[in-house]
């Protein structure tokens, strides 16, 4: 009987190994941390979950937020394009709400229901000196070990639209003091400088507000830069409302002064990521071969929030080639199961890379602004977000814009 092993709790780990462990593969689920040392790290990543990963999250029967999410989820997107007080805006009520967990909550939760169900655990961090030894106890191991781990066995790919360098600083936090106005979702502003994201989070203590910025290094919004929490948490806050004050007025306005602030000292992640993607599969001095999943595959900036959905859609890729073929992890399986899994998550690398461009692309401006004005295109933006693939379709070239839209004007002109 095959048995897998998997490096890393996280998304794609968490994912693959629950999707295995209900085909009734045998799994081994490497995690770092115990679900107690997980709660208690940390912030990593304040990400949101698109209907598509909802509907697996519904498969795997680990939708454990759906009563808080009913009136705390992103439900809404509102987008601002340019400078405040006149930014182009439009507003996108979802098919289905996407939702955001505080990753310690979400990813410890997964991890128990994984070993409650009867799945191992092996608690600790892999060494990279580690990885051959398992090679041989498992059939196949797959590294999962996010954007920091073990990535140096897999040779960045060839070809991809690799970046050598951040494209953003990245500060995210969860804060209190701060109101959500309805219809609640995301507000999500593009400025000359970077970007702000202000979501709703279910977390330890409730509902509260993400705040996270993308800024670009050098930009208008780059004097949250080198200001870190952990040295001064009281400037740091003074910051972030005075970079509100400036960029995002409107979010400014929603801020209670007496209650402000980032609601743990654990609260909050400040770096960068360099966008790349990775040729997902390796062979070890044994000979044996690994696979990548997830941000070991591909790391996107999470500036369209497509990192754990992808990394979710490709451990369930991974899982089904497990299932429909287990003669042998060979090259010729890696191979093979590697370019299903890029043919997914090219798309929203593609699209990501391409939105980091500041000022925006010349057809994405264009693209925003007639989502201002017709609502079908609004909607199609919006719900896109878990089906990257489209978006990055319509994005792809100015051709493509103009087509789709001259294709919305012909199908007006016929009615
Ligand atoms: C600020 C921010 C906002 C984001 N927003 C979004 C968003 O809105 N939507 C979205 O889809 N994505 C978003 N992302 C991206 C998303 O968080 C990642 O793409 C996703 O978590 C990747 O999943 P993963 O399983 O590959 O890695 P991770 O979730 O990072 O998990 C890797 C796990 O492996 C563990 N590990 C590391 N080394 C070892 C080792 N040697 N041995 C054992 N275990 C190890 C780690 O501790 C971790 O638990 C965001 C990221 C950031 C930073």
Redesign the pocket.
């Given at each position: 009987m095959t048995h897998v092993g998997i490096?890393?709790?996280?998304?794609?780990?968490?994912?693959l190994a629950l999707y295995l462990q209900q085909q009734g593969v045998s799994v081994t689920l490497?995690?770092?941390?115990t679900p107690d040392e997980?709660r208690q790290?940390r912030l990593?990543?304040?990400?949101?979950?698109?209907s598509a990963?909802r509907q697996r999250e519904r498969q795997l029967g680990v939708n454990h937020w759906d009563e808080q999410a009913a009136d705390w989820s992103v439900r809404h997107l509102h987008l601002r394009i340019g400078p405040e007080p006149e930014p182009l805006r439009f507003h996108v009520e979802l098919d289905e709400a996407?939702l955001?967990v505080d990753?310690r909550l979400y990813?410890s939760r997964l991890l128990e229901d994984f070993a409650d169900r009867g799945g191992e655990v092996v608690y600790?961090?892999?060494?990279?000196e580690s990885l051959e030894p398992l090679s041989e106890e498992y059939d196949l191991v797959v590294v999962?070990?996010?954007?920091?781990?073990?990535t140096d066995l897999f040779p960045r790919r060839e070809g991809a639209a690799n970046f050598t360098q951040p494209q953003r600083f990245?500060c995210?936090g969860i804060y209190r003091g701060i109101e959500l106005p309805p219809p609640v979702g995301t507000y999500l502003s593009f400025v000359p400088g970077g970007e702000l994201?202000h979501?709703p989070v279910i977390t330890f203590d409730g509902n509260r507000s993400v705040l996270?910025f993308e800024i670009v290094p050098g930009g208008e919004l780059d004097a949250l830069l080198n200001v870190r929490y952990e040295e001064d948490p009281r400037k740091f806050d003074r910051t972030v409302l005075q970079l509100l004050e400036k960029a995002f007025p409107e979010t400014r306005a929603l801020v209670d002064d007496a209650s402000f602030g980032v609601n743990r000292p654990q609260d909050i992640?400040q770096?960068a990521?360099t966008p790349t993607a990775r040729r997902g599969y390796a062979q070890l001095p044994n000979g044996k071969w690994v696979m990548a999943?997830?941000?070991?595959?591909v790391?996107?900036d999470?500036l369209?929030?497509?990192?754990?959905?992808?990394?979710?859609a490709c451990?369930f890729l991974l899982g089904e080639a497990i299932v429909a073929d287990d003669l042998a992890f060979d090259e010729m399986w890696c191979r093979r199961t590697e370019a299903a899994l890029w043919a997914y998550a090219q798309n929203p690398f593609d699209w990501t890379n391409y939105m980091l461009r500041d000022p925006l692309p010349a057809n994405v401006a264009r693209l925003m602004a007639a989502a201002t004005q017709d609502q079908r295109v609004a909607d199609e933006f919006g719900n896109n977000f878990a089906t990257p693939e489209r978006n990055w379709n319509i994005l792809a070239s100015p051709e493509r814009t103009d087509a789709y839209l001259s294709r919305l004007a012909d199908e007006d002109r016929a009615r």
């Open positions: 490096i890393g709790a996280g998304i794609g780990g968490l994912y490497h995690a770092d941390r997980l790290s990593p990543n304040t990400a949101t979950y698109w990963m996407g955001t990753h990813a600790g961090p892999v060494r990279p999962s070990a996010g954007r920091g781990g073990l990245l995210s994201f979501v996270f992640l770096g990521i999943l997830g941000d070991v595959h790391v996107n999470p369209l929030a497509q990192g754990a959905n992808a990394a979710s451990a």
